[in-house]
């Protein structure tokens, strides 16, 4: 069985950091890519970054100059540490894993639960 479990979430001010986590089980083997995906209040799930086996990642607009998206394989750990959070980063955040195409479509076929993430000003 496959599980996707996330930690990491929490309130903070903006300006503020914060690493999310998810610890991945199960069988990974067919997995190309891993990601994080958002959504905010009233707002439809997006992805943010993602990290592909061979380690290539990929951010959505210019997120990667606050958010790093990184993996460690001995730990089957996927993490994004967040920094210079504003308010409208607020959301619930997601980790999912999939295919390539998935990943890249929104799709992916395996979903965490999500962890919340509130930045106030």
């Known amino acids: 069985q496959v599980q996707l479990v996330e930690s990491g979430g929490g309130s903070v001010q903006a300006e503020g950091s914060l690493r999310l986590s998810c610890v991945v089980s199960?069988?990974?083997?067919?997995?190309?890519?891993m990601g994080w995906f958002r959504q905010g209040p009233g707002k439809k799930r997006a992805g943010l970054a993602r990290?592909?086996?061979?380690?290539?990642?990929t951010y959505v607009g210019s997120l990667q100059s606050r958010f790093t998206i990184s993996k460690d394989s001995a730990k089957n750990t996927l993490y994004l540490q967040m920094t210079s959070l504003i308010p409208a980063d607020s959301g619930m955040y997601y980790c999912?894993?999939?295919?390539?195409?998935?990943?890249?479509?929104?799709?992916?076929?395996?979903w965490g639960q999500g962890t919340q993430v509130t930045v106030s000003s």
């Open positions: 990290i592909n086996s061979d380690g290539m990642t």
């Open positions: 999912a894993a999939g295919s390539l195409a998935e990943m890249v479509t929104g799709t992916p076929e395996y």
């Open positions: 199960g069988n990974t083997a067919n997995w190309e890519s």
